[in-house]
């Protein structure tokens, strides 16, 4: 079994250990960009449409259906504060994909690709409109992106992705990708302009909030739904919300649901930022056209910049844990953050000295075919839309308008697709869960230290539809 870049290329532990000297648990977007508070529900309302869930997912349901039908009483439940969870805690990364990447969309829904293709650039370019036109201060920046190779055996991949791919993507060689960002891991890369923006996670969901408040929705924190009943009464501890339609925006967080109970699972993603970078360390790696940045392995890294030169370095451990839960304790996990640490000078050694100031986690609404997956309950009167995967940013706003053709009863294109009328296979319930997803992650792993050769585990998962690959 072979070795990878981050372990040949280990930094000194001193340096990694001073970098996380003084880091705080919290996240960075939230601290950065705090938002207006929201009244509890405390008494008993009546509505048209009741979306619960304030994040991305419900935010677009509300401020969508409000200009559709200015109209129609609107009313947004969050449990706690908007845009506290994944929506405040991911790493800005807007992306075109609706399938979670090129290789998985065509092995799923290979007969409606390019048409997922046309429908998620049709979708970035929504919501960059949208922002545009509501003067949305969410610091929206459309500057693509570049997939990066730190192993000879990804080389070929992307050199062979891009001979697939159109006129909006590029193959660099190793010159052309250090002219681009300076690593002494990459040896080529795969640059993207059109599909990949980057957002302010946290601004972009309370500007969104502001905005569905200036069209008229009416927005109550600290207010969790307990039951949806028949779908047109809500039981809140305080109050209940009859209503003649619900949107379920829940996504990570136990489904009111019982038949997608065991459809998503949590799993936990980490993330650390630095301290603002000096003109000169920004200069020593490059990095002038602010692309986000990702590699391209199983258990891959991604980062960016955020907009006063901070570097957001992310992902690599993907974290279940035994049953399922949510829970502010599992957010917390120093041998993640030193490994983190430990890839990120491996990637920038030139920046030996720079701290991070912020370190947290999330957890990330995963389902068995790795993107979301929609439906309705309770004759029509209840839909849903869940199952993300960590690519959600974007694809929650073709998700809000999923749900409300399905609460209309609309046939559109959207309702078509056999990504909105087909569900992923369920997860098994514990134990088994708990051991087939931390053998995946295992597999992957190997496959990793393996020039990417998946083993026999990981191809049984992808003959019956429940293979991951990243």
Partial sequence: MGSTVFERMRPDASVVDRSLVGTRQTPFWIEDAPGDPYPEL???????????????????????????NPGARVVLLEGKRVGWAASGRNGGFCEASLTHGDENGLRRFPDEFDRLQRLGLQNLDEIEATIAELQLDAEFERNGAIDIATEPHQVEWLRNAADEAGDDVTFLDEAAVQREVHSPTYLAGLRRTRDSALVHPAKLARALARA?????????????????????????????????????????????????????????????????????QLASIGWQGRQGLGDSANQFHYYRLSADNCILFGGYDAIYHYGGRVRSEYEDRPATFHRLAGHFFTTFPQLDGVRFSHKWAGAIDTCSRFCAFFGTARGGRVAYATGYTGLGVAATHLGAQVMLDLLAGRSTERTQL???????????????????INLTRWSLDRADHAEGRRNLFLKSLDAVGLGFDS
Avoid: Q
């Fill in 42 to 68: 405390t008494a008993d309302l009546a509505c048209d449409l009741a979306v619960v869930g304030g994040g991305y997912s419900g935010l677009w349901t509300a401020l969508l259906a409000k200009r559709e």
């Fill in 212 to 280: 569905c408040v200036a069209a008229g929705v009416e927005i109550f924190e600290h207010s969790p739904v307990d039951s949806i009943g028949d779908g047109s009464v809500l039981t809140m501890p305080r109050g209940r919300v009859r209503t003649d339609r619900t949107a379920l925006a829940t996504n990570v967080f136990p489904s009111l649901l019982k038949r997608n109970r065991l459809a998503t699972v949590p799993v936990y993603d980490y993330v650390l930022m630095t301290e603002p970078l000096t003109d000169s």
């Fill in 418 to 436: 056999e990504l909105v009328r087909s569900r992923p296979l369920p997860f098994p319930p514990e134990p088994v869960a708990s051991v087939g």
